[in-house]
């Protein structure tokens, strides 16, 4: 069965930093696009980060404009997911949820639908 788990969401004030982690069991993630999305209350889920596996130990990553400069995501291992979130902003506050892509695109896709499996999410509040 596979499972993606979030941890490290939390409270922190504006100009604070958060961790993110996600961790996937059930099968091996190495060629699979990972990524993180968010959901603030009464807007869409949105894109964030994502890396994709170019070869060999290395992966690509993408960022969403809003988070560029601020958001590092990185690939632990195989099965572990990193998102560093630096300076952080109120209107950051959102449910962020772990995403797995196993189409082995040549691109990262921004799109919630193109992910297979999903975390439960992780929530994550910014206080001004």
């Known amino acids: 069965q596979v499972q993606l788990v979030e941890s490290g969401g939390g409270l922190v004030q504006a100009g604070g930093s958060l961790r993110l982690s996600c961790a996937a069991s059930?099968?091996?993630?190495?060629?699979?696009?990972m990524g993180w999305f968010r959901q603030a209350p009464g807007k869409e889920r949105e894109f964030v980060a994502a890396?994709?596996?170019?070869?060999?130990?290395?992966?690509?990553g993408d960022y969403a404009d809003s988070v560029k400069g601020r958001f590092t995501i990185s690939r632990d291992n195989a099965n572990t997911l990193s998102l560093r979130m630096n300076s952080l902003k109120p209107e950051d506050t959102a449910v962020y949820y772990c995403?797995?892509?196993?189409?082995?695109?040549?691109?990262?896709?921004?799109?919630?639908?193109?992910?297979?499996?999903w975390g439960q999410g992780t929530q994550v509040t910014v206080s001004s």
């Open positions: 890396t994709r596996w170019i070869g060999g130990y290395n992966y690509y």
């Open positions: 995403a797995a892509d196993s189409s082995a695109s040549s691109t990262i896709a921004t799109m919630s639908k193109r992910y297979d499996y």
């Open positions: 059930g099968r091996t993630f190495s060629t699979y696009t």
